[in-house]
């Protein structure tokens, strides 16, 4: 039965109750995304161990270090193809994966990064995306117990207590990741004494430190502190953050923090962060550099984005007395009330909306376009 196999899986119940639907002969190609160490990887093999065992499928597996020219080979052999980290294949290359499924081919494919960014949309279409969560400290906890016993042996058992009153700890600096768990008792098992790791485990929450630079970064944009934004990106990329993700943080940033005090700059920050994408690291840095330094040195106004905050802030407030809600006939078309504003100034004066006020000017552009736009000044 499949859901033997896949039940050696700690974890993940919804999605393996999905998966046993290949036992029914319901095959098709899927996309587990997750953080590391959650079980992407292990699920499939799984699933995989199954199908050769039961179904005498066989399969090909495809990682990154690979040619390429072995995955084209590949899928004119092989039932089912297996593709490790797949955000790593380029959307051009993984056009050669299209007709393939059309045709039959199952694809098992894994990701840790945003699978709605990474693969293109013709691929996604024809994939099923299930996103694993990070383990639990309860379920870290039960994979550790598994692997101890592996480690320990027969020859051990009688140390595993010792070892299982370290696991909160490893559990706890492994943050639901259970290759980093796995590696803490690989390293435990093979020390005289294993309780001094302990005094050396990191239980700082990555994700937590992470995003807490994160907001340095983009707080010392805001504030025009150059070289304080600047510390925090090299911080961050030797960290090993993705040089993407950064990209993305700058791109709001534009919008969010710089805004109409200088709308030109979402344009060039895009521009600069489209060549980085063609030039790739480790020269892609530069760029990144170039877009901290343009952005920090600008004028700010966060108007334009508190204005859509408060809108979206008014409709939910306003959810009960907004059922129903009609446009005013004025600004229907086919009700001959409309007045174009081009070919008269009387449609400057319909009734579009009650008198709410979510926008206010903070920049001097801003003001200068209200101060030099005829229609803006227009009076009843």
């Not at 036992?23 to 050769?52: A, D, T």
């Not at 078309?333 to 006020?357: A, C, R």
């Given at each position: 039965m499949l859901h033997d196999?896949?039940?050696?899986?700690?974890?993940?119940?919804?999605?393996?109750?999905?998966?046993?639907?290949?036992?029914?002969?319901?095959?098709?190609?899927?996309?587990?995304?997750?953080?590391?160490?959650?079980?992407?990887?292990?699920?499939?093999?799984?699933?995989?161990?199954?199908?050769?065992?039961e179904k005498r499928i066989d399969y090909f597996k495809f990682s990154p270090d690979k040619a390429f020219s072995s995955l084209k080979e590949a899928l004119g052999y092989f039932k089912v193809i297996w593709i490790e980290e797949i955000h790593r294949l380029s959307k051009d290359k993984q056009d050669i994966l299209l007709l393939p499924i059309e045709r039959g081919t199952i694809l098992f494919a894994t990701t840790t990064m945003s699978p709605v960014r990474y693969l293109q949309p013709a691929l996604r279409s024809r994939l099923k995306i299930f996103k694993l969560r990070r383990l639990s400290e309860v379920e870290l906890m039960?994979?550790?117990?598994?692997?101890?016993?592996?480690?320990?042996?027969?020859?051990?058992k009688q140390d595993f207590e010792r070892y299982v009153e370290l696991l909160p700890a490893f559990c706890?600096?492994?943050?639901?990741?259970?290759?980093?768990?796995?590696?803490?008792?690989?390293?435990?098992?093979?020390m005289e004494e294993p309780e001094k790791i302990l005094e050396s485990l990191s239980i700082e929450t990555p994700g937590l430190a992470r995003s807490e630079k994160v907001s340095a970064f983009i707080k010392s944009i805001r504030a025009c502190k150059v070289d304080s934004a600047l510390f925090y990106l090299a911080l961050l990329l030797e960290e090993g953050v993705d040089w993407r993700y950064v990209s993305r943080r700058l791109l709001i940033s534009a919008v969010e923090d710089v805004g109409l005090a200088h709308p030109e700059a979402i344009a060039v920050v895009k521009a600069a962060l489209d060549a980085a994408e063609e030039v790739g690291m480790p020269e892609a840095v530069i760029h990144l550099g170039f877009c901290v330094v343009y952005l920090s040195i600008l004028p700010k106004s966060n108007a334009s984005y508190k204005a859509v905050k408060e809108a979206i802030r008014y409709v939910r407030e306003n959810k009960k007395q907004l059922v129903g809600f009609k446009v005013p006939r004025n600004l229907?078309?086919?009700?001959?009330?409309?007045?174009?504003?081009?070919?008269?100034?009387?449609?400057?004066?319909?009734?579009?909306?009650?008198?709410?006020?979510?926008y206010r000017p903070k920049s001097m552009w801003e003001r200068k376009c209200i101060e030099n736009n005829p229609w803006l000044n227009e009076k009843d």
């Open positions: 196999y896949l039940d050696e899986v700690i974890g993940h119940s919804s999605v393996k109750k999905l998966l046993t639907l290949f036992e029914r002969g319901h095959f098709f190609s899927l996309v587990l995304y997750g953080p590391p160490g959650c079980g992407k990887s292990l699920l499939i093999s799984k699933l995989i161990e199954w199908l050769q065992n039960e994979i550790g117990r598994r692997y101890l016993r592996m480690l320990l042996g027969e020859s051990r706890e600096a492994s943050f639901g990741d259970a290759r980093t768990l796995k590696g803490w008792l690989e390293l435990a098992v093979n229907v078309s086919g009700t001959g009330e409309y007045v174009n504003p081009h070919f008269d100034l009387k449609g400057l004066h319909l009734n579009y909306f009650k008198n709410e006020k979510f």
